[in-house]
């Protein structure tokens, strides 16, 4: 059974740290932002939800940047429990699937903490100034791969974010695995 996330909670203050991405280096998610916003999703390897969308995942973090709007994944997961969650999996999982965004590694999971996130995936997005406007889903797929014709819930939501500082006051919660907590 999948994880539901609270609703969006407008213009929450996004909250920076500087977490090892899966290229080596050491990443501050503000540095990220781009003039219109920043995504930071919450994201893993080994659920069904986030391989079901990982592709439509990296198309939208792509489409956004023309739009200014940066974007960021971080996994969370106790790899302990979970060995697919881990840093060199991330790392094989990031080059499979051709990210184009860094893949932070949150093995305290302070920051997931800090954000509230509850699942995989768990989508967050914020305006120019880091306040919070969308918290929902990727589309309405769930765990289905490749469906065609969906709406682009998040890419749509962060569009309107782009142009106006504002996300949609309706939005459907993202749905998906439970981060797994130490």
Not at 11 to 37: C, M, Q, S, Y
Not at 41 to 70: M, Q, S, T, W
Request: aromatic fraction near 10%; proline fraction near 6%.
């Amino acid at each position: 059974m999948g994880t539901v996330p609270p609703v969006c909670d407008f213009g929450w203050k996004a909250v920076d740290a500087t977490l090892p991405g899966v290229d080596g280096e050491a990443h501050r998610i503000f540095d990220h932002a781009g003039p219109n916003g920043l995504v930071v999703a919450f994201i893993c390897n080994h659920c069904p939800y986030v391989k079901a969308v990982v592709k439509r995942i990296v198309r939208d973090a792509e489409d956004l940047k023309a739009h200014g709007v940066g974007f960021v994944a971080i996994n969370s997961n106790d790899a302990g429990s979970h060995p697919e969650d881990s840093f060199p999996r991330m790392q094989e999982f990031a080059a499979a699937h051709r990210f184009s965004f860094p893949y932070l590694h949150d093995e305290d999971q302070s920051v997931a903490r800090a954000y509230g996130a509850a699942c995989t995936p768990d989508f967050f997005g914020f305006n120019g100034r880091l306040g919070l406007q969308y918290r929902g889903r990727l589309d309405a797929s769930r765990k289905e791969h490749d469906q065609p014709g969906l709406r682009r819930d998040l890419y749509e939501a962060m569009t309107l974010v782009a142009r106006t500082g504002e996300g949609p006051r309706e939005q459907v919660a993202s749905i998906g695995c439970s981060i797994k907590w130490k």
